[in-house]
């Protein structure tokens, strides 16, 4: 069994992408949202967590929890041997290694597997994301349908302009196509 653990602020189709993959090799996995006090959060972890349901509840091995603390120990409590990880590009990979060693100081046992999503969706981030629909520009080919409402309903309609409306409609576009 492993756990993917992350902010997941808002879910993106980069995170579904690697939550796919993953269900494919380990009989199991846990998306494990990380309760960050230090962190003012634009959706909080039971929205994530109901939004992770729902995207999810195709995966018959797939199911979401909530954990506080260090992932070691989240991970052991609920007998997870692995820990995913997407890795996007290059830039990721320094945080993430230091991650990995760090947690495998930590628990030697837990291994930590890299992913990679798609490359369309190597440049998609929760933060770009956030950022993008709070200033009203389209995400709709970053996140999923859902999870573009639910920021709707927080900022409002994208604005039409020129460079809006064209991305959109390759959103679209490329939403129908795949
Ligand atoms: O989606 P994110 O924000 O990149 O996920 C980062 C996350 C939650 C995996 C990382 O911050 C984490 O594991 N936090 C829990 C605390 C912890 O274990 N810290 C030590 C990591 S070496």
Redesign the pocket.
């Known amino acids: 069994m492993a756990i993917y653990?992350?902010?997941?602020d808002p879910p993106t189709k980069g995170h579904l992408d690697l939550i796919a993959r993953g269900s494919r090799i380990f009989d199991e996995l846990v998306v494990a949202i990380?309760r960050?006090p230090e962190k003012a959060p634009l959706f909080s972890v039971e929205e994530r967590k109901e939004m992770i349901e729902l995207l999810t509840s195709g995966y018959k091995n797939v199911r979401v929890d909530t954990f506080e603390?260090?992932?070691?120990d989240y991970a052991t409590r609920v007998r997870a041997t692995a820990v995913l990880?997407g890795i996007r590009a290059i830039s990721d990979y320094e945080y993430e290694l230091?991650?990995a060693l760090?947690?495998r100081k930590?628990q030697p046992s837990l291994e930590t597997v890299f992913m990679m999503p798609a490359e369309h969706y190597s440049y998609v981030s929760?933060r770009l994301v956030r950022e993008i629909a709070a200033m009203g520009g389209p995400v709709g080919a970053l996140v999923p349908g859902l999870i573009e409402q639910r920021l709707r309903a927080k900022f409002g309609a994208p604005k039409k302009s020129k460079a809006t409306a064209a991305a959109s409609k390759r959103g679209r576009k490329r939403n129908t196509q795949s």
């Open positions: 653990p992350g902010s997941f990380l960050n603390g260090l992932t070691v990880r230091q991650m760090m947690n930590l929760s």
